[in-house]
């Protein structure tokens, strides 16, 4: 592709024979060629709700069908072609990273907007001034938001706001019916791990793992960190008391030259000898893990069965291949780190975060990474180790499946959610949706103002929106009016999805809140029989829901704007 101009100075595109022009953006809100396009109408509205449906689909990589009604998994899993399509993707995708809930909410506000943008575009409007409309449009929308959120002031002693918001959430999901328990969880999870002071949560520091079998009423949270590793001897103590931990990040064997060698054995002495030297350098490397006091060795990689062997003899219990990421939580969780500045002459900014300061070798390559006698030698045999007041190894049902458990370590600033099913599509499904609770608890820590859900905020919005329209005197006045209709496609959803008719319902709530000035007033999905959220504790964060406006709002004008798009042709 390149750009000329003619005798008159007026450019024009010079394109390869292989390429094509294809008007997307305007020409394509005019003639949708795909599904995706406006996927708030086909796709992604019987998403949303209590009562919502669920898709079931296979990822063109995965070998097992997975069954969710999350929107950012959905999208995520979809090959998608269509240029207007992929930016769906991304708008979901954003959300999901930014507020982590709300992303179907997200896509069904943008699809909405999109379709009365179509309308306008039919009524001969320029698309910037809908895009301009739509702007500002969307600064009335998350004004009004902030007028009518509440503050709640929550505690150790209060965590009821932060449960019943977290039971939000989850009532789409597929694993509703334990919704309560697992709000609970989500919650004690995220204030485990929270730094109130400066209103910070690090969920990197809350462990999510499952095991197929049992219900899903025993999942459960765990202060300290699951493993999925068992004792590497089965005649090893099943359960420690009071362990004083041990990270090792080398190998547990004797070190390997680094060039080429040969060794001639022609005696059987020369045989024996060899064979001791090992057996020696593996007794020294135990009894140097005894020493610094350690009752419980885990260890990044393997050892081969002569160590196992000897260190079953020795008394000293191994776990071996644990990974990387669950020892630097194991570091954090037993107070290895926190430790490292209670030793004389230790700055533990120097030796650096969580369990990368253990990963100190020796100098010359043919001395093992052994990080105890990194700590005796170095730090005047000040030796750092874990402590958990309880080790146990855990056998799940009939089959040889075990897992470690860690707990009651010194430092609970590290937790696991241990999550049971009855099958692996349960498992993940649950898995996403207590990252949604998880981070929906983290934003009310953040910011603790709320709106109450059951689309009450964007009817709500809706009201505001329309009346302000007045008030402009351009052709934006339509495009706010568009804009305020958009706003009752998820509400209309949500009347929809519950077997309800969903413009009369609409009518009366919006009818409702207009006559009483009453913001609160939403759509009854569960029949309770009162139509105020406030009284159904149905929550909804604010910065969620101010996002999902901005996202929306921001990627429709980006789709307004495009003119044209050069692709290259399929071969």
């Known amino acids: 592709m390149a750009l000329a101009f003619d005798e008159f100075g007026r450019p024009f595109i010079i394109l390869k024979d292989r390429n094509k022009r294809a008007g997307l953006g305007v020409s394509m809100l005019r003639k949708p060629t795909s599904p995706p396009e406006k996927p708030s109408l086909v796709f992604y509205e019987p998403l949303s709700a209590p009562k919502a449906w669920t898709r079931c689909f296979r990822a063109p990589t995965a070998t097992s069908p997975s069954v969710t009604n999350d929107g950012a998994t959905?999208?995520?899993?979809?090959?998608?072609?269509?240029?207007?399509?992929?930016?769906?993707?991304?708008?979901?995708?954003?959300?999901?990273?930014?507020?982590?809930?709300?992303?179907?909410?997200?896509?069904?506000?943008?699809?909405?907007?999109?379709?009365?943008?179509?309308?306008?575009?039919?009524?001969?409007?320029?698309?910037?001034?809908?895009?301009?409309?739509?702007?500002m449009a969307s600064r009335i929308a998350v004004e009004n938001l902030e007028r009518i959120a509440n503050k709640f002031e929550f505690g150790e002693g209060n965590l009821e706001p932060l449960i019943q918001t977290c039971m939000t959430t989850l009532s789409s999901k597929i694993v509703n019916r334990c919704k309560r328990s697992l709000a609970e969880i989500a919650v004690k999870a995220v204030l485990a791990v929270a730094d109130l002071e400066r209103k910070d949560v690090n969920l990197d520091l809350i462990k999510v793992e499952g095991k197929v079998g049992g219900k899903l009423e025993d999942t459960e949270l765990i202060y300290g960190i699951v493993i999925d590793k068992d004792m590497s001897h089965p005649q090893m103590p099943k359960q420690i008391e009071d362990a004083k931990i041990a990270i090792l990040t080398c190998p547990f064997e004797p070190p390997k030259p680094k060039t080429k060698h040969k060794v001639d054995i022609d005696t059987v002495e020369k045989f024996q000898t060899l064979r001791m030297q090992e057996q020696k350098y593996f007794d020294d490397m135990v009894q140097q893990c005894k020493d610094v006091g350690a009752t419980l060795v885990i260890c990044q990689w393997g050892f081969d069965d002569e160590a196992n062997h000897l260190l079953m003899h020795r008394n000293l219990p191994a776990v071996r291949w644990v990974g990387g990421v669950e020892l630097e939580l194991i570091a954090i969780a037993t107070g290895m780190w926190k430790n490292c500045s209670k030793v004389p002459g230790v700055n533990s900014r120097k030796v650096g975060k969580g369990v990368i300061s253990f990963l100190i070798s020796f100098w010359g390559f043919s001395r093992p990474l052994f990080i105890i006698i990194w700590f005796v030698v170095i730090f005047n045999s000040h030796a750092i180790v874990g402590l958990a007041g309880l080790v146990r190894e855990k056998s799940f049902?009939?089959?040889?499946?075990?897992?470690?458990?860690?707990?009651?370590?010194?430092?609970?600033?590290?937790?696991?959610?241990?999550?049971?099913?009855g099958n692996k599509m349960i498992i993940e499904e649950t898995k996403r949706s207590l990252h949604d609770a998880l981070c929906v608890a983290r934003n009310l820590i953040r910011n603790n103002s709320i709106v109450y859900g059951g689309g009450s905020a964007e009817i709500s919005c809706s009201i505001a929106v329309e009346a302000a329209a007045d008030r402009y005197p351009g052709v934006e006045q339509y495009a706010i009016r568009a804009f305020a209709d958009a706003l009752e496609a998820i509400p209309m959803a949500l009347a929809e999805n519950s077997g309800l008719q969903p413009i009369e319902t609409l009518s009366a709530v919006k009818s409702q809140q207009i006559k009483d000035n009453n913001p609160h007033f939403g759509i009854d999905c569960n029949d309770i029989g009162t139509n105020d959220m406030r009284e159904?504790?149905?929550?909804?964060?604010?910065?969620?829901?101010?996002?999902?406006?901005?996202?929306?709002?921001?990627?429709?004008?980006?789709i307004l704007k495009i003119d044209d798009v050069i692709s290259p042709s399929e071969y």
């Open 74 to 135: 959905i999208l995520e899993q979809m090959d998608v072609d269509n240029q207007i399509a992929k930016l769906m993707v991304e708008l979901s995708r954003s959300q999901d990273y930014e507020i982590g809930d709300g992303t179907t909410g997200v896509v069904v506000m943008a699809g909405a907007l999109l379709e009365q943008a179509e309308r306008l575009l039919e009524r001969g409007i320029h698309p910037i001034r809908i895009a301009e409309g739509y702007e």
């Open 536 to 558: 159904q504790n149905v929550f909804e964060t604010l910065i969620g829901k101010q996002q999902q406006l901005l996202l929306a709002t921001q990627v429709v004008k980006m």
């Open 397 to 421: 049902g009939t089959t040889k499946d075990r897992m470690l458990y860690i707990e009651h370590c010194a430092n609970s600033r590290a937790v696991t959610i241990f999550i049971r099913g």
